[in-house]
Structure formats: C-alpha cells, structure tokens
T-cell receptor, first 113, second 114 residues
Framework: GENVEQHPSTLSVQEGDSAVIKCTYS??????FPWYKQELGKRPQLIIDIRSNVGEKKDQRIAVTLNKTAKHFSLHITETQPEDSAVYFCAASPGSGYSTLTFGKGTMLLVSP | DGGITQSPKYLFRKEGQNVTLSCEQNLNHDAMYWYRQDPGQGLRLIYYSQIVNDFQKGDIAEGYSVSREKKESFPLTVTSAQKNPTAFYLCASSIGGQGITEAFFGQGTRLTVV
C-alpha cells in the first residue's frame, strides 16, 4: 500500500518568514495530494490540494508543488503569521476507483511574533 | 448547519467495556471513514465505507467494528479486544464514487480508558 513520509516533524519560524514542509510517497499510482491544517483540539481542514496533472498550485500565501518523477510534494507558506501555527498533514491517494487517503505523520508549525 | 457531527466529544471507558462512537453527516456523501489519531502518528485509517451496507477494513481495524445501515450514519464500536484504545478518533466523509475528493472531518471524539 501507499506510504507517506513527512518532514520536518516540527518547524519554528519567525513571523514573516517562509515555511516549507515536504512529503514523499511510495505508490506511483497516487495522483491526488491534499494538505490539511489542524489547530489544537480541532478538526483537520483542507487548505490546498493538487492533482498529478498540475505541477504547482497557489492560493494567496500558500502554494503546493508536485514532482511526480521524484514522488515528492511540498507545501510552501509565505509571510507566515501567528495564526498559521498548527499541525499540517500531507496525504496521498491513488484517486482512482474507491480510494482512500494515506496521511503523513504531521508537522507542527510554530510561528513566533 | 450542514456538516459532519461526532458525539460525544469526550468518552471514558472502563477496561473490558465496548463503547460506540457516533458519526452523522448531512452532506449526502456516499463515502465515510474512521481515523485514529495518536501524538506523532498522524491519522491512521480504521474502517471505511463507500456505500450503504458495505465497509472495508483499513490499516488498523483490529479491535474495532462498524456498521453502515444508513447513508448518513457510520458508528464505530471500540471493543474490549482493542488493547490500547485511548486516542482521538476522527470521522470523515467525502462525495465518493470513482476518484478521491476532499474529505470533510468531524470534530472528533477523545476516548480515554480509565
């Protein structure tokens, strides 16, 4: 089955800096890659996703890049703010048939004012 | 308010007891999922269901059981066979069908063995 590795496990940045979280996956059939943000004690919420026919996708301060050849994808957050502090999860799915999401172990992002 | 609702928010279980966690959605989604979240472990799939009266085991199904008698409901029973049940349990749903789409999560149930 699919295996998703996520790094780093914790990331501390100063407000205004950029943050990058990286994930690798094992199943070459995976073609859907969402990122979820989970604030303390709350539900995970989708912040951005990308499909394998696209190399990069942006939404304001957030961007995701995908390298299918190398089987890795990354989340980029620019101009970080304290409210960006949360745990971020990447996930991967074959996206065909009745498929499920396999999640990475998460990255705790701490943005200091 | 549409969405996916889990109850209770907190649940305490004695050793040897079975407990059932509720998950209800009014999004008209076909697919529903149960995940377990432990510190540093991410989200691990317990069971999932793509259609009423059908469900499949996930990566860590041992000690758990589910039912899917209605499209809106996907309860999870944590049995006494689950040796380490203390965790945060998340239910999710998605439109389903061919191809994965966004999963919407409930607010979670924190289960503690006392």
């Amino acid at each position: 089955g699919e295996n998703v590795e996520q790094h780093p496990s914790t990331l501390s940045v100063q407000e205004g800096d950029s943050a990058v979280i990286k994930c690798t996956y094992s199943d070459s059939a995976s073609n859907y890659f969402p990122w979820y943000k989970q604030e303390l004690g709350k539900r995970p919420q989708l912040i951005i996703d990308i499909r394998s026919n696209v190399g990069e996708k942006k939404d304001q301060r957030i961007a995701v890049t995908l390298n299918k050849t190398a089987k890795h994808f990354s989340l980029h957050i620019t101009e970080t703010q304290p409210e960006d502090s949360a745990v971020y999860f990447c996930a991967a799915s074959p996206g065909s048939g009745y498929s499920t999401l396999t999640f990475g172990k998460g990255t705790m992002l701490l943005v200091s004012p | 308010d549409g969405g996916i609702t889990q109850s209770p928010k907190y649940l305490f279980r004695k050793e040897g007891q079975n407990v059932t966690l509720s998950c209800e959605q009014n999004l008209n989604h076909d697919a529903m999922y149960w995940y377990r979240q432990d510190p540093g472990q991410g989200l691990r799939l317990i069971y999932y269901s793509q259609i009423v009266n059908d469900f499949q085991k996930g990566d860590i199904a041992e000690g758990y059981s589910v039912s899917r008698e209605k499209k809106e409901s996907f309860p999870l029973t944590v049995t006494s066979a689950q040796k380490n049940p203390t965790a945060f349990y998340l239910c999710a749903s998605s439109i389903g069908g061919q191809g994965i789409t966004e999963a919407f999560f409930g607010q979670g149930t924190r289960l503690t063995v006392v």
